[in-house]
DNA sequence: CATATGTCCTGAGAGC
DNA sequence: TGCTCTCAGGACATAT
């Protein structure tokens, strides 16, 4: 499930990019359900064949390509979707293939499950779907400051606020749960009841989680799907102190057992030692 | 208005 | 062995 640090890695794999002219577009046939694509392929094809990429962006958990015309082309890979200039893990769940005249060949978008996106957006329609009013700040450009005002007053547990991409975006179930961890903070406790050293611990291991699974290049799960290339997994969930350990000794105190709770319909992980209510 | 729930999808693993 | 069932969760639409 890609979050902020493996689609920051997605990004940068595909920077090079920047500069190449899109030749064509091409969806694989597939006897797998195709990722939905906005406009349909045609009239995707028709706006941007023949115009140069001019940035590679990222906006939270999406990659952008950036073209001269102004339009955007927004990638989404949600669950299990990768955005690669190659080798993708197999043939079968290659959904959309990107090809350039430039630095690089290729751009590909592979999905084993079929639920990310791929839309094509003006500037009006970018304001629109991914302005401020719907996506909020960075989670690596947000002060602490910024951070608690648009939490504090909310009445939800700051593990489910955390995941809210309009208060905040790029923190998704994975690092919410680690971010917390080394915060020393509950997961079910309220966002108005927590003080304002709180916030700043709470800010201070976000930017350090996130900068730091960047470095490893993201975290690969059991289900082995985010990976760099065919055979490149990130490292980063073997800095995993919580996540998918539950019944496992923290690895900070020694002592408690990690325990797994549900929150709004997902799996969180703490220390009932080191995160005390 | 803020928060909660249902939905999409595929493959892995459990249980019989 | 092979079937059926459940689960994983990001983002959005709909409901409370």
Not at 12 to 26: C, F
Not at 157 to 180: M, R, T, W
Not at 202 to 207: G, R
Request: charged fraction near 25%.
């Amino acid at each position: 499930m890609p979050e902020l640090p493996e689609v920051e890695t997605m990004r940068r794999g595909i920077a090079a990019a920047a500069g190449a002219v899109i030749e064509k577009i091409t969806r694989p046939p597939t006897p797998l359900q195709a990722i939905i694509m906005e406009p349909p392929l045609g009239s995707f094809r028709r706006h941007v064949v023949g115009r140069r990429i001019e940035r590679v962006g990222r906006l939270g958990k999406r990659v952008l390509l950036e073209l001269d015309s102004g339009d955007r082309i927004v990638m989404e890979p949600r669950m299990t979707g990768l955005v690669l200039l190659a080798a993708p893990p197999d043939r079968k769940h290659l959904r959309l293939i990107i090809e350039l005249t430039g630095p690089i060949e290729q751009i590909l978008f592979w999905d084993q499950r079929g639920l990310g996106v791929v839309r094509l957006v003006s500037p009006t329609q970018f304001d629109e779907c991914y302005g401020p009013a719907k996506i909020g700040p960075d989670a690596l450009e947000v002060s602490v400051d910024e951070l608690r005002e648009r939490l504090r007053h909310s009445t939800r547990p700051i593990k489910v606020a955390l995941l809210d991409q309009k208060a905040l975006a790029g923190v998704g179930n994975l690092y919410a749960s680690e971010i917390l961890h080394r915060a020393g903070i509950h997961p079910a406790r309220s966002c108005r009841r927590l003080r304002k050293d709180q916030w700043q611990r709470i800010h201070a291991e976000m930017l350090r989680v996130l900068h730091d699974a960047i470095q490893h290049q993201g975290s690969t799960l059991r289900d082995g799907t985010y990976r760099i290339a065919r055979d490149v997994p990130g490292d980063y969930q073997f800095n995993h102190r919580v996540y998918q350990r539950h019944g496992q000794v923290c690895l900070a105190c020694g002592k408690a057992q990690i325990v797994r709770i549900v929150q709004a319909q997902r799996s969180t992980f703490y220390c009932p030692a080191c995160q005390r209510k």
